[in-house]
């Protein structure tokens, strides 16, 4: 399914993927009980002021947390840049273990079912937001005008909770399953324009969904969004060194070339590109950096 597809020049392959996230964060101890009780996360290496954590009996990177003692919390309104990163779990049986999870430790949590997806809503002990969700599968999601169709409805709880009890697994807790991933991250920007011309025109992600209130989300391979953006924190101060903050998040391409080719389109648009060890970094209007970069 192609809707808003990137123009002549360059679009993401179909294969593109995201990697990791890096956090800032004001205590690591205190954040990596935070994700590794509640999130279910394990430490894959640590470093003196770092971690990397990912998904149990897998590892691939998922969180990088980087120690800034003292950064300053996200505040109620939100800072432009990361609103969240979102955590896809394999299957709706384990989101349903997550819920049982976060039950049983009296974790708060929001919810909503987006058609395409079913997601729980969680803030770090910073105040960055975190979404774990689970897929629908592509063939029931459906379309209007040229959009997925996205739309924000309460999550129907124990239905979830019933396909982990229905499930060969049951409800056995054992942490962020094998085959966990990196699913989307969404970002608060000052302006939707600009961030087409940054995130559609340069990088060459497809724009799936355009007509959501404040709100743009855009993918590669008819996903329904490797990238939110949207501006309900407009007005809000950009996230600055000193504050907890999203540092860099990956778009992982499968070649080399392709990589070089998205680092190319993405100075036509005079955004700032640096090539830093196997990657590019790129900077968005908002002091965000994405790193695009190969399987190989």
């Known amino acids: 399914m192609d809707y808003g597809i990137a123009p002549p020049g360059f679009r993401l392959p179909n294969e593109t993927r995201l990697g990791d996230v890096t956090l800032q964060v004001a205590d690591l101890a205190r954040s990596l009980l935070y994700y590794q009780r509640v999130l279910g996360l394990r430490v894959v290496e640590k470093n003196e002021g770092s971690a990397v954590l990912g998904a149990a009996g897998d590892d691939r990177p998922l969180v990088e947390l980087r120690e800034k003692r003292g950064a300053h919390p996200v505040p109620r309104r939100g ?8 955590i896809l779990v394999p299957d709706r049986p384990s989101l349903g ?34 979404e774990v969700y689970a897929d629908r599968p592509r063939s029931r999601w459906t379309q209007h005008d040229r959009q997925l169709t996205m739309t924000t ?25 094998p085959g966990t991933v990196v699913g989307h991250v969404h970002l608060h920007v000052a302006d939707l324009d600009r961030a087409a011309q940054f995130y559609h025109l340069g990088l060459g992600l497809d724009k799936m969904v355009w007509s959501y209130p404040g709100a743009l989300f855009l993918a590669a391979g008819g996903y329904h969004h490797h990238l939110g953006t949207n501006t309900w924190a407009a007005g809000a101060p950009q996230a600055g060194p000193d504050d907890a903050r999203l540092l860099e998040w990956e778009v992982v391409v499968p070649t080399a070339q392709q990589a070089d080719r998205a680092a190319r389109s993405l100075t036509t648009t005079g955004a700032p590109v640096e090539q830093r060890g196997s990657g590019w970094v790129a900077t968005d209007p908002w002091g965000t950096p ?6 190989q």
């Open 97 to 130: 273990r997550f819920l049982g999870h976060l039950e049983e430790l009296g974790a708060y949590a929001g919810m909503s079912d987006h058609f395409v997806s079913e997601a729980v809503y969680l803030t770090d002990p910073d105040g960055l937001g975190i």
């Open 79 to 86: 800072r432009l840049g990361l609103y969240h990163f979102a």
């Open 153 to 177: 409805v309460p999550l129907d709880v124990g239905s979830v909770i019933q396909s982990a009890r229905d499930s060969s697994g049951g409800m056995r807790w054992t942490g962020m399953p």
């Open 290 to 295: 994405v790193r695009i970069r190969s399987e």
